[in-house]
């Protein structure tokens, strides 16, 4: 079975922090992604990763940065945390280099609150 | 502009009987759609899908059915259980979308005893 972890599954922070998220898969898969979840906007796409030190800006990556030094690991990085950016975070990843067709993975999430 | 759109944010069904749950996309370059369920503090797990080239999938007592002339997609439970209470989230993909799963905002499905 895949595994997905991701490293908190609740964090509070306070606004101007620099916040860090990390995921990690165990299953050798090329893509990783990170969405956040908010009530009545679903899962909306933040980056994703298909190679290892490579990343694609998702639908709403103001405010965020990412890194994948290994393909096991992806990390979201809030540079200077804002009360918008409380939300769940959600991890995945899937096998192949072709997006489109693939099952994606999920993590358990980690709710972030930011005062 | 949500390509993907879920217009029931939750749905009761009564224990034994059919939950359907509808989804409209907008984007006809979409050609393979997915149901994915999310339980509370766990990350969503992948259901069932469909590529374009079918109208039905079948997998035990979930059944999608896709109308692409109205671009709308359902999934059918039956008979509901109450582990099924669950938010249902639809997503969809295909060569116009950049290569990424674009979902919808979820219906939470709650099955009353």
């Known amino acids: 079975d895949v595994k997905v972890t991701q490293s908190s599954r609740y964090l509070v922070k306070r606004t101007g922090e620099k916040v860090f998220l990390e995921c990690v898969q165990d299953?050798?898969?090329?893509?990783m992604f990170w969405y956040r979840q908010d009530p009545g906007l679903g899962l909306r796409l933040i980056y994703f990763?298909?190679?290892?030190?490579?990343?694609e800006k998702g639908d709403i990556p103001e405010g965020y940065s990412v890194s994948r030094e290994k393909k096991e690991r992806f990390s979201l990085i809030l540079e200077s945390a804002s009360t918008n950016q409380t939300s769940m975070y959600l991890c995945?990843?899937?096998?192949?280099?072709?997006?489109?067709?693939?099952?994606?993975?999920f993590g358990p999430g980690t709710r972030l609150t930011v005062l | 502009d949500q390509q993907v759109k879920q217009n029931s944010p939750s749905l009761s069904v009564q224990e034994g009987r059919i939950s359907i749950l509808n989804c409209d996309y907008t984007n006809s370059m979409f050609d393979y759609f997915l149901w994915y369920k999310k339980y509370p503090a766990e990350g969503p797990t992948f259901l069932i899908s469909?590529?374009?080239?079918?109208d039905k999938n079948e997998d035990g007592r979930f059944t999608v059915f896709l109308n692409k002339s109205a671009k709308h997609l359902s999934l059918h439970i039956v008979p509901s259980q109450p582990g099924d209470s669950a938010v249902y989230f639809c997503?969809?993909?295909?060569?116009?979308?950049?290569?990424?799963?674009?979902f919808g905002s979820g219906t939470r499905l709650s099955i009353r005893p």
């Open positions: 299953m050798d898969h090329e893509n």
């Open positions: 990763s298909y190679d290892v030190k490579m990343k």
């Open positions: 995945a990843s899937s096998l192949e280099r072709e997006l489109s067709y693939n099952e994606q993975f």
């Open positions: 997503a969809a993909s295909g060569y116009s979308s950049a290569s990424k799963i674009i």
């Open positions: 469909i590529s374009s080239i079918k």
